[in-house]
Nanobody, 125 residues
């Protein structure tokens, strides 16, 4: 059974930085896809960043491109989301999720099979 646990959320000032972590356990292979989604209050859940478990390619939404970086150290089971130049609009619950191999890279929540419970990120102006 795959389990995902996010951590690292908190309060940060506008323009600041924060790094989130997702601890992954269970049967994972390089054919899996891992991603970060976020959901602001009153908004739909949206894709933020994703990568192949192997780390061969990364993908970003236009809203976070150039500011966020998804990564995983080879051989380790923790996925990171480095967030810089944060805006109040980035305030949301951030979730990590795991999907089966598919093309193009999945960007919709219903394409993912496993989810963490989320971690809150609040950016104040």
């Amino acid at each position: 059974q795959v389990q995902l646990v996010e951590s690292g959320g908190g309060l940060v000032l506008s323009g600041g930085s924060l790094t989130l972590s997702c601890a992954v356990s269970g049967p994972i292979s390089n054919d899996n896809l891992i991603a970060w989604f976020r959901q602001g209050r009153g908004k739909e859940r949206e894709f933020a960043a994703g990568m192949w478990w192997s780390g061969s390619s990364t993908y970003y939404s236009d809203s976070v491109k150039g500011r966020f970086t998804i990564s995983r150290i080879g051989g380790k089971n923790t996925v990171f989301l480095e967030m810089t130049t944060l805006y109040p609009e980035d305030t949301a619950v951030y979730y990590c999720a795991l999907a089966r191999r598919m093309f193009p890279f999945p960007r919709q929540p219903n394409q993912y099979d496993y989810w963490g419970r989320g971690t809150q990120v609040t950016v104040s102006s």
